[in-house]
């Protein structure tokens, strides 16, 4: 794995008011997170190497201009760092809109209602309305609109790819945060995924030249599924049962991902 190495001499910052120590090299959002102060984040895990595309972890540093991505920013002794204040949260609220606006509000009946981390962030920068309309101005996300029903050609459309015996590849959900190529390339080493397109017609795609999943180089091995924040990349048994009471997860030598055994 690629994440920063986090060694050497211990450093200690401010953040919303708490002194924190720890290794050189840690995130910002890491120091935050090993503090006990939550900052709303989409693209970065503790597991893959911090990207910085969602925007959605933005902080005020003293010192600095602008609002650094804190998933992105290593810290640095006597840092003072604000998660709070006024200006993040307006940034935050405005990207969620953002995405929310393009995206399904099929929520209480989809296979990850109270899984979703799309869901939770929307819950934690407090959003409550969104004042867009999807670019295809239909009111519906625009990966979610066949191309018959908009009335003209719609290049965005991609049907739900359930090529795969294990999972299922739902378009109209992707935020494009990229968790699921990163851990592809990263935890796995198949580099099987990439980004398509740009803006609106920006889509994660199993490979150049291929259709679906089961005609690409994925080995199926649930690195994408298991990175996916919301129910685009979604196992096939939680997508037709739902979410079992109970999941364990257990890593073997073979490939270090961790299979969920899962009980119902
Ligand atoms: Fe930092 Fe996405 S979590 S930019």
Do not use: W
Request: one cysteine or more.
């Amino acid at each position: 794995m690629s994440t920063p190495e986090r060694h050497g001499a211990p450093v200690t910052v401010t953040i919303d008011g708490f002194e924190i120590t720890v290794p050189k090299g840690t995130s910002v959002l890491r120091a935050a997170a090993e503090g006990g102060i939550q900052i709303p984040k989409l693209c970065a895990t503790d597991s893959i190497e911090a990207f910085g595309s969602c925007r959605l972890c933005v902080v005020e540093i003293e010192g600095k201009r602008g609002t650094p991505s804190s998933c992105t920013t290593p810290v640095a002794e006597g840092m003072v760092v604000r998660t709070q204040t006024e200006k993040v949260k307006k940034i935050r609220k405005g990207v969620m809109e953002l995405y929310i606006s393009d995206h399904p509000l099929d929520c209480l009946t989809c296979s990850a209602n109270n899984d979703c981390e799309l869901q939770d962030m929307a819950g934690m920068v407090g959003l409550r309305d969104v004042r867009y309309k999807p670019a295809n101005g239909n009111g519906l996300a625009n990966h979610f609109t066949p191309r018959e029903a908009s009335g003209e050609a719609n290049a965005l459309y991609i049907p739900k790819d359930e090529s795969n015996p294990y999972f299922t590849y739902d378009p109209s959900k992707c935020i494009v945060c990229s968790r699921c190529v990163r851990a592809c390339e990263e935890v796995q080493g198949t580099f099987a995924l990439t980004i398509e397109g740009k803006g609106f017609d920006s889509r994660v795609s199993p490979g150049m030249g291929s259709n679906d999943f089961l005609s690409s180089d994925c080995v199926s091995c649930g690195a994408c599924v298991q990175a996916c924040p919301t129910a685009t990349l979604q196992e096939k048994s939680v997508d037709k049962l739902g979410t079992p009471e109970r999941a364990v997860v257990t890593t073997c030598a073979y490939c270090g991902v961790g299979c969920s055994f899962k009980a119902e």
